[in-house]
């Protein structure tokens, strides 16, 4: 099955980190992969020490896409792209594959969106994407989409990020 989890509200990652412990304490296999991320978040120190987790991202960081000048864009495609590849090549030896991110980096065409339609629709894998806005396409191929949406955050009053409660 495949899930999306969407929206503009804090907790999408998080939905997919309970996901991925609640698979790897039932003794079965998880691929968590990060697109648009750092990888130096605190969920991440604590998922690469679980048996049967591994954990994948593009070798550089690019920041976020808004700040991206049109080199480092075509730079972060490529990473963006491969690291999709050999997601593809190796996701047949996991029973979850997540995504954390992927919306993003399919919506700013930062890999080939065929190739991971193709994925989904042919994948035997539970695989989760999160991020904003999914394309229509990824909805309909998707078999659940939770929308997690913000009422409220301390952001929008200038507070930033809180290591260990953001990231």
């Known amino acids: 099955m495949i899930h999306i989890y969407c929206g503009d509200g804090k907790g999408k990652t ?4 309970g996901l991925a412990v609640r698979v790897l304490g039932s003794g079965k296999k998880v691929l ?3 697109f648009f991320k750092s990888g ?8 690469k020490t679980l048996d049967n987790l591994t954990y994948r991202k593009a070798e550089q960081h690019f920041g976020f896409y808004k700040d991206m000048d049109d080199k480092t864009k075509e730079l ?18 996991f029973d979850l594959v997540v995504f954390d991110e992927i919306i993003s ?15 989904l629709t042919s994948t035997c894998v ?13 909805v309909e191929i998707a078999d659940y989409v939770s929308e997690i949406k913000k009422i409220k955050h301390p952001y929008d009053k200038g507070i930033s990020a ?3 409660i953001e990231f």
Do not use: W
């Not at 130096?40 to 998922?47: A, D, F, G, T, Y």
């Not at 972060?76 to 030896?93: K, M, N, P, T, V």
């Open 40 to 47: 130096n978040s605190c969920e991440i120190k604590l998922l």
């Open 162 to 164: 809180r290591y260990g």
């Open 126 to 138: 539970e695989v989760v994407l999160t991020g904003r806005n999914p394309s229509a396409e990824l």
């Open 32 to 34: 968590y992969t990060q």
């Open 76 to 93: 972060a495609r490529q990473y963006f792209s491969s690291l999709l590849e050999d997601i593809i090549e190796i996701a047949e030896e």
């Open 105 to 119: 980096t399919y919506n700013y065409n930062m890999i080939d969106k065929d190739k991971l339609k193709t994925f």
């Open 14 to 17: 998080t939905a997919s980190v």
